[in-house]
């Protein structure tokens, strides 16, 4: 599986959108991009994952460049709740095991 | 659909006891898998089942791990003479197993503490 590089941190205002980068510039034509979310001392939480198009749902929008080397993932109105480590990962469809980087570590500010 | 849950939440134990977790998947989820965390880290792949069959093992597996998922529901992840370096989130995670993109759900975790 392709390898991901995010910021180690980075902050965002209460109500504002938080954008999260993700690198993913060796990802291959049949992997997928997904985002799981860890808050403190919880199990990860999957938000979303896409393939080439733009994808949304009720927890955040994902962004696939073009050229898939890199996404965004936005999460529209940042509440305090939504602080935690973000994970991109990038992952072949048949691939049994995910693999976790270190993350973005997100604090929202009130 | 009430999510992956896992027993116990905590656990505190001394090194040279055994140790066993249980996890139990969404409903007519096929795989099921196990994963590591330890402080400050992104969780690592430790073995993963399809049905009741244990396809993947790695490396961090040692010897004295042993999972099984019997009837291919719930799993059980015991831990042998442990040791503190054990001490970690173990984390379990279940996925439909039939086409589509698969994506896995995590339950809570289990938090070993090896004193």
């Known amino acids: 599986d392709a390898k991901t590089t995010q910021p180690t941190s980075m902050d965002c205002a209460e109500g504002r959108a938080a954008n999260l980068p993700c690198n993913h510039s060796t990802i291959s034509g049949n992997e997928y991009v997904y985002w799981y979310r860890q808050i403190h001392s919880q199990g990860p939480q999957y938000i979303i994952h896409g393939l080439k198009n733009n994808e949304t749902n009720e927890m955040a929008s994902l962004i696939i460049t073009e050229d898939r080397k890199s996404s965004t993932l936005i999460l529209p109105h940042a509440t305090l709740r939504d602080t935690a480590v973000y994970y991109c990962i990038v992952r072949r469809i048949s691939a049994s095991k995910i693999i976790f980087g270190s993350g973005t570590r997100l604090s929202i500010r009130p | 659909d009430t999510g992956v849950s896992q027993d116990p939440r905590h656990k505190i134990t001394k090194r040279g006891q055994n140790v066993t977790f249980r996890c139990d998947p969404i409903?007519?989820?096929?795989?099921l898998y196990w994963y590591r965390q330890t402080l400050g880290q992104g969780p690592e792949f430790l073995t993963y089942f399809q049905n009741e069959a244990q396809l993947e093992k790695s490396r961090l597996l040692s010897d004295r791990f042993s999972a099984e998922r019997p009837k291919g529901s719930f799993s059980t992840l015991e831990i042998q003479r442990t040791e503190q370096g054990d001490s970690a989130m173990y984390l379990c995670?279940?996925?439909?197993?039939?086409?589509?993109?698969?994506?896995?759900?995590f339950g809570p975790g289990t938090r070993l503490t090896v004193l």
């Open positions: 995670a279940s996925s439909e197993g039939q086409g589509g993109t698969d994506t896995q759900y």
């Open positions: 409903s007519e989820h096929n795989r």
